[in-house]
């Protein structure tokens, strides 16, 4: 795999493509021009944020899916992709409306859908790829009902198994004595980590001594939360949320004179790169994670360093999490025998089976595997941030 990708990177190398403003509501990345007329051709219908508040992750999640179609192509091999990203603004209506959208665009041909982005949006985009038959990978969707159907399959970690990793690490690693929780009770992100946390840290004897919640209206002035867990002695404060909320907690803790250590989920992958944050603040802060850009493996360095060639940014585990996704299909294709006369159905029921005979070595890990319940199987990994770098611990 690690050969096949290296020389997908230097037959991209000669592609010149310009960054993606986010801006736009509905961007394709077509590969009419590059696809071999002999090989079948399957098209993926990415849907995620690229406006609104959310947008960086729904980049993300676009940049990383373009990365990987553009290496498969270039392969020439009997598989490749077509590419199409719509905006749905981290709404859900919008997010069926893109599907459909993009459904529309493929026509009769085998299709599938990558995404949502967010998991309310691939919850609402599930019940509709479910009704048709049509196969959804989502590299980010975090809810525990982003796979309650066959069709489909996630590549992130599911919230539970977030706040439950998380907790085994902190009491493993003797990391606190007593923990407090600051979490978006508005978000099902957030809400899902926190509850799983909560349950597996009393099956380990780790004290919670406060749970204090914010939501999309009062996440700018969490003081008052901040209080509350130093005044009760927490001296590690869980933060199962995104990192710009992260950043404001950080930065109100400070202004508090309140130092706890502080950890965090998937979702704080970004927190250095947030826009007039005072990133010395972040210097201890440790969070779950499947991959970080430090890591010096062959994969993982081919990737940051195409990635900030073609975008002038580095990737995050969105990023990493979307490319791992459309790999995962190609294999699946592979394995399923995919052929051009399958329409989307067709093509659902055959990589129904093949996700779960198939493993890649990823970005987000080695021998990655998935179960018919559409969980992946993988080894978490632990970032600390130090001198201003993600480092693994």
């Given amino acids: 795999m690690k050969k096949m990708v290296s020389a997908a990177l230097a037959a991209t190398m000669v592609v010149s493509f310009a960054a993606c403003g986010g801006s736009q509501s509905s961007e394709s990345t077509g590969t009419a021009g590059t696809t071999d007329s002999n090989a079948t ?3 993926i219908g990415g849907i995620g944020p690229t406006t609104g508040d959310n947008a960086q992750y729904g980049q993300a999640v676009k940049n990383g899916a373009e990365i990987a179609v553009e290496e498969i192509n270039a392969l020439g091999g009997d598989i490749q992709f077509e590419f199409k990203f719509e905006d749905d603004e981290t709404d859900n209506e919008k997010a069926v409306n893109a599907y459909n959208v993009l459904k529309d665009w493929a026509g009769d041909d085998p299709f599938l859908v990558l995404g949502a982005t967010t998991s309310g949006c691939t919850i609402a985009v599930g019940a509709e790829t479910y009704a048709d038959n049509i196969f959804q990978i989502t590299p980010s969707g975090t809810d525990a009902k982003c796979v309650q159907y066959d069709n489909a ?3 992130c970690f599911s919230d539970p198994n977030q706040g439950k990793i998380s907790a085994q690490y902190i009491k493993e690693n003797g990391l606190a004595e007593k923990v407090g929780i600051i979490y978006d009770s508005s978000d099902t992100y957030s809400s899902g980590i ?12 780790l004290e919670v001594v406060a ?16 209080q509350k867990l130093q005044s009760e002695g927490a001296d590690l404060v869980f933060l199962p949320i995104y990192y710009s909320q992260a950043s404001i907690i950080l930065q109100q803790a400070n202004e508090l004179d309140y130092h706890p250590a502080f950890y965090g989920c998937d979702g704080m992958d970004g927190i250095l790169s947030v826009e007039n944050f005072d990133t010395s603040l972040a210097e201890g802060l440790m969070f ?8 010096e493996d062959e994969k993982t360095q081919n990737f940051v360093a195409t990635y900030e060639e073609k975008y002038g940014q580095i990737p995050n585990q969105f990023a990493a999490d979307s490319y791992d996704s459309v790999y995962a299909v190609y ?16 093509l659902c029921d055959a990589l129904k ?16 595997s998935w179960g018919a319940d559409g969980e992946p199987n993988k080894t978490p990994l632990v970032a600390k941030i130090e001198n201003g770098a993600y480092v693994l611990m």
């Fill in 211 to 226: 749970q204090e919640a914010f939501t999309a209206d009062t996440n700018t002035d969490m003081k008052v939360q901040l």
């Fill in 288 to 295: 779950l994670t499947p991959f970080v850009t430090t890591n």
């Fill in 41 to 43: 051709v399957v098209k």
């Fill in 153 to 155: 399959f996630r590549t």
């Fill in 331 to 346: 294999e699946a294709c592979k394995k399923a025998g995919v052929t051009n006369d399958m329409d989307a159905s067709a």
């Fill in 353 to 368: 089976t093949a996700m779960t005979e198939i493993s890649i070595d990823g970005l987000t890990g080695s021998g990655i």
């Fill in 194 to 205: 926190t509850q799983a946390f909560v349950s597996e840290a009393a099956a380990q004897g």
